[in-house]
């Protein structure tokens, strides 16, 4: 089955880019996820990435998957004090109906 | 639309006691979840739903008991409450396995 592993913290000025990394071990993982949560709430859809893409941009938000090496990156662009959340990767198991989260990386944009 | 709909916000139990935790869904997704959330470890999946009748485990299922009668709802039972058990929960639903899920507010349950 799949694991998803991402570091637990990170903290970044106001306006400066932040990346955000997670790794998987499910190789046939259709898709990925990047998921938002915002204190006392349940989590929202940020972007996805289909398996046989590289790169997607969204706005301020760039996502980059590296298959071979099983990465994921999140990159927010000109970050504000409202992307101050908690960023969980996830990726669908192989063979299971089952979204697999990793731990949440928790984003503070301090000015 | 209200989406995904968890009662209660908030519930304090003894050891030992039991209760359900209610999720409905009016978006007619066929996929349903529970995940309890723990500091530093992310989600964890309890049990899950693809469809009426149809419920499995996840990875962290015991002491829980989930029922499918209907589309819409997909309560979770607590048979009898331990601390360990304290957590927040989230019910998700999905139209299906690939799609977007679709989380409730969370229910934050302490166990004492």
């Known amino acids: 089955g799949e694991d998803v592993e991402q570091s637990l913290f990170l903290s970044v000025r106001e306006g400066d880019s932040s990346v955000i990394n997670c790794t998987y071990t499910d190789s046939s993982s259709t898709y990925l996820y990047w998921y938002k949560q915002e204190p006392g709430a349940g989590l929202q859809l940020l972007t996805y990435i289909f398996s046989n893409m590289d790169m997607k941009q969204d706005q301020r938000l760039t996502v980059l998957l590296n298959k071979k090496d099983k990465h994921l990156s999140l990159r927010i662009a000109d970050t504000q004090t409202g992307d101050s959340a908690i960023y969980f990767c996830a990726g669908v198991s192989g063979g299971y109906n089952k979204l697999i989260f990793g731990a949440g990386t928790r984003l503070a944009v301090h000015p | 639309n209200a989406g995904v709909t968890q009662t209660p916000k908030f519930q304090v139990l003894k050891t030992g006691q039991s209760m359900t935790l209610q999720c409905a869904q009016d978006m007619n997704h066929e996929y349903m979840s529970w995940y309890r959330q723990d500091p530093g470890m992310g989600l964890r999946l309890i049990h899950y739903?693809?469809?009426?009748?149809?419920?499995d485990q996840g990875e962290v299922p015991n002491g829980y008991n989930v029922s499918r009668s209907t589309t819409e709802d997909f309560p979770l039972r607590l048979l009898s409450a331990a601390p360990s058990q304290t957590s927040v929960y989230f019910c998700?639903?999905?139209?299906?396995?690939?799609?977007?899920?679709?989380f409730g507010q969370g229910t934050r349950l302490t166990v004492v």
């Open positions: 998700a639903s999905s139209r299906d396995r690939v799609t977007e899920a679709f």
């Open positions: 739903s693809v469809g009426a009748g149809i419920t």
